[in-house]
């Protein structure tokens, strides 16, 4: 493609929305972009900074529900904020999100205890998991599905950034300055998006009366609330009475909150939505994507610093092969389905490479060069960017204007719970291998087996024989946990397959809403 001098590439479809210029779309696409990275980097850049933030506040006990609490709110607002903004239009509800994170980052940054920075991550997780949902919402109201694959690529690389920036930022500002400028970077740039969406995202929303179903809201909100954190502290114990008690529990609500849909006159979630094959098929492919981008994706570091003996830093780098893939294929993908006005094609060529990949890595033991892993990863990453880019823009191509905001919060929701299910699955296996391994390899009692999983300096300063077993066992963990991955996005590749493709659209959401609005 020609350079335009734009960050963007130029199109003359690039936006049908009556008097939304290509100037304001890029203004506005980049300001998306920012607010992703920032909402991303949030779940990221933390880790490298929670021991010092446990250390100062003699917590190390409940330092995980730091980055819990941010999971569980962000999964929550997804569906949510997404139906809203169908209701009140995506530049309100956007720039109220905004705000919600703006004012959650502030207060993480004043918190004086761990009980308040993790009730203040709680707020501003219930922001960072809006934007995201709201910023490919706003992308399907000016653009065309049929040009949408061109600039989904750029979201990809805020994605991915966040992911490989985050430790690395994470730990330059521990190190540096003090751990609350991990939250206050993020006011400055909340500003200036708020600021630009406020001036440049005027778009003409046909803003409808709908009565918000607030049972409905509490139900579901209460319902993911306790199934998130059962899997979250399910890693301790699978049958303790208090997992088991939230797992029925969320169940019961969310059974409960069906029934309230079901008798909605305007339900928070339409069912409706699930009887469409389209955004049926594209919420499990996702899942089932989700559970290899968000949950795999964080067993290979561990193998890295246990088993290989590197560094942090190098072993996020190390995962650069993954987003490479990801990110080439988003591009790469997104341009050809703008090119061909088809779908179905990629999800499935991508999900076998991905089985392929994840077949690769799973082959690993002890001693697995890296070099033999990096095309392994790169496949591993193309499947994940496939079908994300792919069912984004059938989701939104398959349903009306309407409904964009909220069908396409429930394909996102539905990604995050897959990862969230692969976390809570995979850090069992991994567990289960620990203790069941390391007993045989070395004699000790099951119970004593995970304490001989430590920092990677203290492995590596193990006796010969108790360092090889923690190595051996790791690399056996990990191995397991991919083998699992290959059969889920098999299942991945099968749904891909039934994926019914429909013909894309050629206007953007909001101008065939204006006119059908017009013309009622």
């Known amino acids: 493609m020609p350079s335009t001098g734009r960050r963007f590439p130029a199109t003359s479809r690039a936006s049908t929305v009556p008097g939304f210029s290509q100037r304001q779309l890029v203004t506005v696409l980049s300001a998306l972009i920012l607010a992703v990275f920032l909402a991303s980097l949030d779940t990221t850049i933390i880790s490298t900074a929670l021991p010092t933030i446990a250390g ?20 929550i607002a997804t569906p949510l904020l997404g139906k809203l903004s169908d209701i009140y239009g995506r530049r309100l509800v956007f720039q109220i999100a905004m705000t919600v994170f703006l004012v959650g980052s502030l207060l993480c940054g004043l918190a004086q205890s761990m009980g308040q920075l993790i009730a203040f991550r709680a707020v501003q997780g219930l922001g960072g998991g809006a934007i995201q949902a ?21 979201f990809t690389i805020a994605f991915a950034g966040a992911a490989i920036l985050g430790p690395l930022v994470g730990g330059f500002i521990i190190e540096h300055w003090s751990w609350p400028w991990i939250f206050y970077i993020n ?22 009366e709908a009565r918000i179903d607030l049972l409905g809201a509490a139900l579901l909100s209460a319902g993911i609330a306790c199934l998130m954190i059962a899997l979250e502290i399910g890693h301790d114990g699978w049958t303790r009475g208090s ?60 193998y890295f610093q246990d088993s290989l003996f590197v560094s942090p830093t190098e072993s ?9 893939g990801v990110t080439i294929t988003t591009f790469g993908v997104g341009r050809l389905i703008a090119h061909t006005g088809g779908y179905k094609r990629w999800p499935v060529i991508g ?17 697995t060069p890296y070099l033999w892993l990096v095309v392994p990863m790169i496949f591993m990453g193309m499947g994940s960017g496939s079908v994300f880019t792919s069912t984004s823009i059938a989701t939104q191509n398959a349903v009306d204007f309407r409904d964009l905001g909220v069908a396409t919060a429930t394909v996102m929701f539905f990604r995050s719970l897959g990862g969230s299910f692969g976390l809570a ?19 000790v009692e099951p119970d004593a087996a995970a304490g001989f999983i430590r920092s990677p300096a203290q492995i590596e300063a193990l006796p010969q024989l108790e360092r090889t077993a923690v190595i051996d066992t790791i690399a056996l963990g990990v191995s397991r946990v991919y083998w699992i991955c290959a059969a889920v996005m098999l299942i991945g590749a099968v749904l891909a397959l039934v994926l019914p493709e ?19």
């Open 502 to 520: 429909r013909p894309l659209r050629t206007r953007a959401g909001i101008s065939d809403a204006m006119e059908s609005a017009a013309a009622g």
């Open 187 to 208: 006011v400055p740039a909340c500003l200036a998006v708020s600021a630009i969406c406020h001036r440049a995202l005027r778009l003409p929303f046909p803003r409808r």
């Open 134 to 154: 709201l910023a490919f919402s706003i992308l399907g109201d000016i653009l065309p599905p049929r040009e949408r694959g061109r600039y989904i690529g750029y």
């Open 316 to 324: 996020g780098l190390r995962m650069l092969p993954m987003m490479v």
């Open 243 to 302: 997992t088991l008690g939230l797992f029925g529990v969320a169940a019961l609500l969310l059974v409960a909150f069906i029934a309230q849909e079901r008798r909605a006159s305007d339900p928070m979630i339409p069912l409706r939505l699930f009887a469409n094959p389209v955004v049926r098929t594209c919420a499990l492919l996702g899942m089932s994507a989700g559970v290899i981008a968000f949950g795999a994706g964080q067993f290979l570091p561990l």
């Open 351 to 367: 999900t076998w490479l991905s089985v392929v990949g994840l077949v690769g890595i799973a082959q690993i033991d002890g001693g």
């Open 425 to 443: 699955v995979f850090g069992t296996v991994l567990n289960a291998t620990v203790r069941s391994e390391i007993p045989s390899r070395i004699g």
């Open 56 to 75: 100062e506040f003699n917590a190390f006990e409940s330092f995980a529900w730091v980055g819990t609490a941010y999971i569980v709110t962000s999964t």
